[in-house]
């Protein structure tokens, strides 16, 4: 059964860090681009970055370019988001999602993701 589950979420103070994880199961990651995403309260959910079936190629949104770094490790099947100097408005359900290529679609579109994961819950607050 075709799974991804995401994990690492948490509550931080302003400035904290991060490492949200997402696992993949029934498929090999080798083969597809991973999407993070997330979503606020009352807002629209939003693509955050992408990172290509090998790694050689990713993308960040701008509000967390600088900020957040995301890499792979094939061999566990899994892909992570780094997330530093976390701000308030970074609260929000983080999500992971497969592309059906092997690099990210420009520009990153939800409805060009065909699994997602269930989120994970990140929340910035003193």
């Known amino acids: 059964q075709l799974q991804l589950v995401e994990s690492g979420g948490g509550l931080v103070q302003p400035g904290g860090s991060l490492r949200l994880s997402c696992a993949a199961s029934?498929?090999?990651?080798?083969?597809?681009?991973i999407g993070w995403f997330r979503q606020a309260p009352g807002k629209e959910r939003e693509a955050v970055s992408c990172?290509?079936?090998?790694?050689?190629?990713?993308e960040y949104a701008d509000s967390v370019k600088g900020r957040s770094t995301i890499s792979r490790d094939n061999a566990k099947n899994t892909v992570y988001l780094q997330m530093n100097s976390l701000k308030p408005e970074d609260t929000a359900v983080y999500y992971c999602?497969?592309?059906?290529?092997?690099?990210?679609?420009?520009?990153?579109?939800?409805?060009?993701?065909?699994?997602w994961g269930q989120g994970t819950q990140v929340t910035v607050s003193s």
């Open positions: 990172i290509s079936s090998s790694g050689a190629s990713t």
């Open positions: 029934g498929f090999s990651l080798d083969y597809y681009a």
């Open positions: 999602a497969r592309y059906g290529g092997i690099w990210c679609p420009d520009p990153i579109g939800l409805d060009d993701f065909d699994s």
